[in-house]
């Protein structure tokens, strides 16, 4: 499977710990995006990374949440000390763009309920 | 700031042509994009405008006018397995580099 993946699918933890997540891109693709999906929601932009630089992130990114993208590769999405708001699916997704046209292509996500 | 708007939910039967009408308020425009979801599912590409006019591909076209801040999407020949939630998401150019903002999406019910 070329496609993007992401790990865990699924995580429970207790308010006030440490969770981390990560997205495997499409290999070719020089841009990855984090986003967070609530019930009725569509994606909310969190960050982006054109090959291993953050180039943007969004205000309504607190400082508990971080992303890296090491060597441009695999990305991974932290937040410390979780809370009960922060329950969502967190998606990744990877691009590249071609003839001014970019198509971003969705992993399955990660599922995180707070306790 | 940046902001979309769409109908939160649209109803058509099977077989029939449906349009999701999507306004949009952002600085640094680049293009407006439509994404599919179903339940469960992650978004997946359906087109992409960055100029005025049409876009077709198969059952599904789409539509921009950057002097109005508005697109559509159109679907045709409805079928069952269409029923989803649609996103329109504009793509704009910030300081420090692109942002995708996406719409809060439309839920398509197809009836037999």
């Known amino acids: 499977d070329t496609g993007v993946s992401q790990n865990p699918r699924h995580k429970i933890t207790k308010r006030g710990q440490n969770v981390t997540f990560r997205c495997d891109p499409i290999?070719?693709?020089?841009?990855l995006y984090w986003y967070r999906q609530t019930l009725g929601q569509g994606p909310e932009f969190l960050t982006y990374?054109?090959?291993?630089?953050?180039?943007?992130k969004s205000r309504l990114l607190s400082d508990r949440f971080s992303a890296e993208r090491p060597k441009g590769s695999f990305s991974t999405l932290e937040i410390q000390r979780t809370e009960q708001g922060d329950s969502a699916m967190y998606l990744c997704?990877?691009?590249?763009?071609?003839?001014?046209?970019?198509?971003?292509?969705f992993g399955p996500g990660t599922r995180l309920l707070v306790l | 700031g940046q902001s979309l708007e769409q109908p939160s939910e649209v109803t058509a039967v099977e077989g029939a042509i449906v349009q999701i009408n999507c306004t949009y308020q952002?600085?640094?425009?680049?293009?407006l994009s439509w994404y599919q979801q179903h339940d469960g599912g992650a978004p997946t590409f359906l087109s992409y405008?960055?100029?005025?006019g049409l876009e077709e591909t198969g059952r599904f076209s789409s539509f921009l006018s950057r002097s109005d801040s508005y697109g559509y999407l159109l679907l045709q020949e409805l079928q069952m397995k269409d029923s989803a939630s649609y996103f329109c998401?504009?793509?704009?150019?910030?300081?420090?580099?692109?942002?995708?903002?996406f719409g809060a999406g439309t839920r398509l019910f197809v009836k037999a």
């Open positions: 997704a990877s691009s590249w763009e071609q003839g001014g046209q970019e198509t971003q292509y």
């Open positions: 998401a504009v793509r704009a150019l910030n300081t420090g580099g692109f942002k995708t903002i």
């Open positions: 405008n960055a100029l005025d």
């Open positions: 952002t600085s640094g425009f680049y293009g």
């Open positions: 290999s070719e693709h020089n841009r």
């Open positions: 990374f054109q090959n291993e630089a953050q180039l943007e």
